[in-house]
């Protein structure tokens, strides 16, 4: 219920743009969001953003990671900029409805390598 896009390979300091549309079918949202997981770790918060725009990111992603969304279209982007080779993971698109229903993308690769 959860359609993700935009994952690929960039070299470090490169830029990519994640995406993801929620079904129609899934009511009340009350926030959507990042995570990610690299091998070997757990997965972790990226960046979320709740209906009325309050945006938390996570201190390493901070300045370089800009979220946002289009309550409109039920949609999150997710810009990354000035990439690092730290950032290579799986990255998880998320949503939380107001009933605490969880719903996950199928999951994306970053691969930030030279």
């Known amino acids: 219920q959860l359609v993700e896009s935009g994952g690929g390979s960039v070299q470090p300091g490169g830029s990519l743009r994640l995406s993801c549309a929620a079904s129609e079918t899934i009511f009340s949202i009350n926030a959507m969001g990042w995570y990610r997981q690299a091998p070997g770790k757990e997965r972790e918060l990226v960046a979320i953003i709740t209906t009325g725009g309050s945006a938390n990111y996570a201190d390493s992603v901070k300045g370089r990671f800009t979220i946002s969304r289009d309550n409109a279209k039920n949609a999150v982007d997710l810009q990354m900029d000035s990439l690092k080779p730290e950032d290579t993971a799986v990255y998880y698109c998320?949503?939380?409805?107001?009933?605490?229903?969880?719903?996950w993308g199928q999951g994306t690769q970053v691969t930030v390598s030279s």
């Open positions: 998320y949503l939380r409805t107001y009933y605490i229903n969880h719903y």
